[in-house]
């Protein structure tokens, strides 16, 4: 149980990002059956949170923190590391793993799903 980083394109395994540094993470959020609920690419507006400050869900502090520049990954979020057994009414549903594909690079543009952390 928790967050599983499975990566699609290798970073540099030495930069990552330090607690308290702001990500910006754009993401596609989806439900293990492949329904979207959430993408801040179709919002056209990207996701900024502080890196181990329990701003976001448990999995991506511990899953964003794993990952080196220019690595490029899925997160899978066991619902322990999500929302639990209550879900997010309307939205997710009760003890739902969560799948979200991510890409780090500090400092570079936005293109498709990716994240920077400064």
Request: aromatic content about 12%; glycine content about 14%.
């Amino acid at each position: 149980m928790g967050v599983e980083v499975e990566t699609i394109t290798p970073g540099d395994g030495r930069t990552y990002p330090k607690k308290g540094q702001t990500c910006v993470v754009h993401y596609v959020g989806s439900l293990t059956n492949g329904h979207t609920f959430d993408s801040s690419r179709d919002r056209g507006k990207p996701f900024k949170f502080k890196i181990g400050k329990q701003e976001v869900i448990r999995g991506w502090d511990e899953g964003v923190a794993q990952m080196s520049v220019g690595q490029r990954a899925k997160l899978t979020c066991t619902p322990d590391f999500a929302y639990g057994s209550k879900g997010h009414p309307g939205i997710i549903p009760p003890n739902a793993t969560l799948v979200f594909p991510y890409s780090y690079f500090q400092g570079q543009p936005f293109l498709g799903n990716m994240a920077s952390c400064t």
